[in-house]
RNA sequence: GCGCCAGUGGCGGAAUGGUAGACGCGCUGGUCUUAGGAACCAGUGGGCAACCGUGGGGGUUCGAGUCCCUCCUGGCGCACCA
């Protein structure tokens, strides 16, 4: 995934891009043609905060960091294609990204409407419903609020289904991000039903995943936020109940306040009442609930507090209410006897013949909001008449270009102010209009970008041809935190290309890796304060702080973070270390998907691992047996195996294993074709170091192919043969595959260790797994 | 509450149902010395031993860290989803 320009690389990148980079070097060595490119996130808030902050302005803060990060990044020998950078913020990736809303929008995808939605007050923007975790904004952790605005949609629920069966052809995803994705989606079958308002001919639509339980139905709920409240109710009262709402814990107390008017149960001839209630969703079904007592937690609750009636629809002993499980339905006449699935089939068609319901398959997932009140962003390419009427731009009017000069000092929006560049003549009607201001959600220009990197020079977002021949991505590799944001946009923007283009790409991303965070130790002082784990030193066996004396204590390993102050700088290890030792420690200590913590032994032993490689080619050369062949070429298979499985940890292990081998029986290879073959396995990893010996080993600067495994100098003759007595290791003993079962048997009989184990007793069966391992059965 | 993943030495971690602990860190003892952010050699799951050992308890199997059931613990995600 490419980076958001925040001002330096972390240590999260540096693995991040290590372990691809890896990847991109080992299969060009392969003969595969590789596009491994690089870019930038560039738009976006925090640049936005940035230059408020610090008196600048995004753009220049946004190519500053982007030079210095650059610059980082070649430090850490990275076998990038620069060719094809770009930034999303420059008017030539954004002006195509116009174009594609212009597509979208003609394509019914992208619409304007006014919605309910999610108010950043801190960033002052709308923001996506992915972008709220727990009521709160995802990068100001402010409590989001609700507001009625009118805003950019992209139709994600046009494919909710697609997105959600796609899931399963993704062999190569993590299951736990396509179980997100799936509960994000969201998808439950049920009905919808119409119950009529007494009193009025209006209707009030309701999604159930039991209408089975409709005639156990004893009152409405509906949403502060539901249209008939608004309806219902002056503004005075509507923020009474908000604010009546926001002072009980929602999650446990069920409230509500009863709306007085009632309507008309569908089936019984009766009124039951509605309510305002807390617990009900004004962005799940419709806002409105109908009420089941018996058989619904939440509902049973609500009754008791109000005195509402419970009637037991589903057979079940009283003690077990509210009961939610299946059963013989009761008082429910012509559905009475039937179980649960039965209920829901038979009430569905007659909903259907009466036209007061329907069958419903509901998706927990909304419509993508794509606007935000922010400078630093795509222009939308729309203009508004003077009469509020508005006109989606021809791809002949683009770009949209931002402009550079604003004013951010003042709240809110900069480019309403900016009447110069909002103020248009309609070159189509001649009429005076203003341009939109809100500017694109930046996830919607990260959707795309891994097309872009096919060409990026091209004067239109992309080369359908292109396209179709290079993507999906094969290996795709980022944090977990995408889930089920930039990941699912971009499924959904696939797809939706797909469908406009006539693409014959379904899904952007064939593998996706989730690499792990980077961790370290956590020191703070008894006053609480954070202390960077370089300035801990133990001094009679305690840990104190270098400086003051203060007695520090130690705290569990967690992310890095400049808040906790346990943040290692790349820049800081590459000069001490170098890049092989860097390169090599993050990947060592764990499994890429895991988990790193970063400790100073490990990056130390990286370091010395790396000069040792170093000294091993400087020695002279000896001789080289059969067996040394051998072991270099189950070398070659190890690392490639455990390369193509993203099992880097294991890489490195296989290269202790050869070199403890090889210095172990003084066995030196110095300019050998061995040598060159172990050369080549270690440049993906270790560039730069196996580069060098190289050169001055053959005096040549580039390693050819990749070396191909003679498999059959990986069959191994000799054995150590495993002997087990009732199941349990008794001895080993050294043979050959294919050695006789009656022969080897007889041996094995005379060993000590053996006979001790059988004593007089019988033996009653051997199983010879031949060449695996033989096991006595004694009675 | 629901879902997913995991639990193996002092630590990070290896083990197509077939010798548990590869490899590394750390530690112990030693060697060398151009005194290094070294290097090299030997050792390192527990136990004197027989043996015991992969969170607990069952099961399948000749054989289980691995498969099945169940419970416990931890992490992550979702969560009043009607």
Redesign the pocket.
């Known amino acids: 995934m490419f980076p958001y320009p925040s001002g330096n690389i972390h240590m999260g990148h540096v693995r991040n891009y290590v372990i691809g980079d890896i990847c991109a070097r080992y299969h060009k060595l392969k003969g595969d043609e590789v596009i491994h490119p690089m870019g930038w996130d560039a738009f976006g808030l925090p640049a936005e905060n940035a230059a408020i902050q610090f008196k600048t302005h995004p753009r220049d803060w946004t190519l500053n960091n982007i030079e210095n990060m650059k610059s980082q990044l070649q430090k850490l020998d990275l076998d990038i294609e620069w060719d094809r950078e770009f930034a999303t913020c420059n008017e030539d990736y954004y002006r195509h990204q116009q174009e594609l809303f212009i597509d979208l929008y003609n394509a019914g995808l992208a619409y304007k409407k006014d919605a309910l939605v999610n108010w950043d007050p801190v960033d002052q923007t709308v923001l996506a419903n992915e972008q709220v ?2 009521g709160k904004g995802w990068r100001t952790g402010a409590s989001v609020e609700k507001k009625n605005l009118s805003q950019w949609f992209f139709k994600i629920t046009d494919y909710a289904e697609e997105l959600l069966n796609d899931l399963d052809n993704l062999k190569l995803w ?3 991000v396509k ?2 994705q ?3 989606i ?1 998808k ?1 079958s ?1 009905a919808e039903i119409k119950f009529k308002i007494s009193g009025s001919n209006e209707f009030l639509n ?6 089975d339980t409709i005639y156990g139905a004893t009152f409405i ?1 509906v ?1 502060v936020n539901h249209p008939l409240v608004s309806k219902t109710l002056n503004n005075k009262a509507i923020k009474e109940i908000k604010d009546e ?1 926001s002072k ?7 409230i509500g306040v009863s709306l007085k008017i009632n309507c008309l149960h569908p089936m019984l001839n009766k009124e039951i009442p509605i309510y305002v209630a ?15 007592p018996a058989h ?4 049973f ?1 609500f009754a008791k507090k109000y005195d509402l009636p419970i009637i037991k629809v589903i057979d079940c002993r009283d003690e077990d209410l509210p009961y939610s499980g299946d059963g013989k339905i009761i008082n429910s006449e012509f559905l009475n006897g039937l179980s649960k699935d039965a209920a829901i089939n038979e009430i569905i068609s007659y909903f259907t013949r009466k036209q007061i319901g329907k069958e419903k398959i ?1 998706f ?1 997932i909304r419509d993508w909001g794509v606007s935000r009140q922010r400078y630093w962003g795509c222009p939308i390419p729309v203009i508004y008449y003077e009469d509020g009427s508005y006109r989606v731009l021809d791809k002949s009017e683009l770009p949209v270009l931002l402009p550079y000069d604003v004013n951010l000092k003042g709240k809110g929006n900069a480019l309403l102010n900016l009447d110069k560049w909002r103020e248009i003549i309609c070159p189509k009607t001649n009429k005076k209009a203003y341009r939109e201001t809100d500017t694109l959600d930046t996830f919607v220009d990260s959707s795309w970008y891994y097309i872009r990197f096919l060409n990026n020079k091209l004067d239109k977002p992309f080369e359908i041809e292109q396209v179709n021949n290079l993507l999906p991505v094969d290996k795709y590799i980022g944090g ?2 995408h ?2 944001l930039h990941l699912l946009y971009s499924r959904f923007f696939m797809k939706a290309l797909r469908d406009i283009y006539g693409l014959k790409v379904d899904e952007p991303f064939k593998q996706l890796f989730t690499q ?1 965070m980077i961790t370290h130790k956590t020191y703070r002082t008894s006053k609480g304060e954070w202390v960077m784990p370089r300035e801990v030193v133990i001094k009679d066996g305690q840990l104190i702080l270098e400086k003051t004396r203060e007695i520090v204590e130690e705290g569990p390993s967690e992310k890095m973070s400049k808040s906790k102050k346990n943040v290692i700088e790349p820049d800081e290890i590459l ?3 170098g890049i092989d030792a860097t390169r090599i420690f993050m990947i ?4 890429p998907d ?4 970063w ?11 790396t ?2 490689i170093e ?1 091993y080619f400087s020695q002279k050369k000896t001789d080289i047996d059969l067996e040394v062949e051998k072991k270099v070429e189950l070398f070659i298979y190890n690392i490639e195996t455990n390369i193509l499985n993203f ?1 880097l ?2 890489c ?6 050869l ?2 081998y090889l ?2 029986r003084k066995v030196y290879l110095n300019n050998s074709e061995l040598s060159s073959k172990i050369l080549t396995c270690l440049f993906p990893i270790l560039p730069n170091l196996s580069s060098l010996i190289c050169r001055n080993l053959f005096n040549i600067s580039k390693f050819k192919h990749w070396p191909d495994v003679k498999k059959d100098l990986l069959y191994k003759d000799k ?4 002997i ?1 007595v ?5 001895t ?1 003993i050294d043979t050959k595959k294919g050695y006789i079962e009656k022969d080897i048997l007889k041996l094995i009989y005379q060993l000590d260790k053996v006979k ?2 059988i004593q007089d007793k019988k033996v009653i ?1 051997v ?1 010879n ?1 031949q060449d ?2 033989i ?1 006595i ?1 004694v009675y």
């Open positions: 975790i727990d993590p299951e736990k179980t997100m799936k509960n994000w969201g439950s049920g309701i999604f159930t995943t039991r209408p709920g949403s709402f009980v814990d929602g999650e446990k107390d069920k807390n617990f009900v969703l004004d962005n799940y079904g419709e806002g409105a609930i109908f009420g089941c619904d937690e939440r509902d609750e509901n927990k977990i935190e889930a089920i792990g000069n001490s270390f060592s200590d764990s499994p895991r988990e790193l913590e400790t100073d032994e490990g990056i130390q032993s990286s370091k010395n691992l000069h040792r000294r099992s940890n294991k490195v292990a296989d290269i202790y294993t070199f403890n210095e172990k054995i150590v043969l495993p087990q009732q199941g349990k290791l008794v080993t001790n184990k069966k199983i797994v695996k391992i096991n059965i």
